[in-house]
């Protein structure tokens, strides 16, 4: 079955890097989209990045927009998000997802990952 | 960037009712909207997608409808498992943009 495993979660000052992983296994990774969405503690979902299937475009949230990079290595069949310059408001849950297609446009997540912490204080 | 609205924020209700709850985006989206649940500590899961569609797997209690600007997810009889927090997703542009969510709380 379609599994989506995050890692990297953690504990960061202000200001600092934390790089989170997702490990993707039970369908073709190189054909689909893929998307970080967070969830800050008690709020709504908010959409972070996305990478298309061969890594050609991407997008941010203006919130992440030259702080966070998404990236994916298609032979490792995992998806990357490295987070620089952190602040408090940062502070989530971050899921992966799967696009329904390898673009967005259109498209929804399915399925996601259980989910990682990242809690940026001092 | 497009804002989706969900209402209400919350409501209580009791097994056997029949619960709607609306998303509305601030501009049209054609048919470009997914619903997810979200129960306490998991991740959320799609219900709903393309407005009306009904994901593998999801009991047909649950519906979509609505294109342009206005949206409704009905669960036409509540079951205790249907006690979460509902999302609503637009697809139409980047940003990429959730409602603020529907908290289904037990009456």
């Known amino acids: 079955q379609v599994q989506l495993v995050e890692s990297g979660g953690g504990v960061v000052q202000p200001g600092g890097s934390l790089s989170l992983s997702c490990a993707a296994s039970?369908?073709?990774?190189?054909?689909?989209?893929m998307h970080w969405v967070r969830q800050a503690p008690g709020k709504g979902l908010e959409w972070v990045a996305f990478?298309?299937?061969?890594?050609?475009?991407?997008h941010y949230a203006d919130s992440v927009k030259g702080r966070f990079t998404i990236s994916r290595d298609n032979s490792k069949n995992t998806l990357y998000l490295q987070m620089n310059s952190l602040r408090a408001e940062d502070t989530a849950v971050y899921y992966c997802?799967?696009?329904?297609?390898?673009?967005?446009?259109?498209?929804?997540?399915?399925?996601w990952g259980q989910g990682t912490l990242v809690t940026v204080s001092s | 960037d497009i804002q989706m609205t969900q209402s209400p924020s919350s409501l209580s209700a009791s097994v056997g009712d029949r619960v709607t709850i609306t998303c509305r985006a601030s501009?049209?989206?054609?048919?470009?909207l997914n619903w997810y649940q979200q129960k306490p500590g998991k991740a959320p899961n799609l219900l709903i997608y393309?407005?009306?569609s009904l994901q593998s797997g999801v009991p047909s209690r649950f519906s979509g409808s609505g294109s342009g600007t206005d949206f409704t997810l009905t669960i036409s009889s509540l079951q205790p498992e249907d006690f979460a927090t509902y999302h609503c997703?637009?697809?139409?542009?980047?940003?990429?943009?959730f409602g603020g969510g529907t908290k289904v709380e037990i009456k």
């Open positions: 990478i298309r299937y061969d890594g050609s475009n991407r």
């Open positions: 501009q049209s989206i054609s048919s470009y």
């Open positions: 039970g369908f073709t990774f190189t054909n689909y989209g």
């Open positions: 997703q637009q697809s139409y542009s980047i940003p990429l943009t």
């Open positions: 393309a407005a009306s």
């Open positions: 997802a799967k696009d329904s297609g390898s673009g967005w446009y259109g498209n929804w997540f399915d399925p």
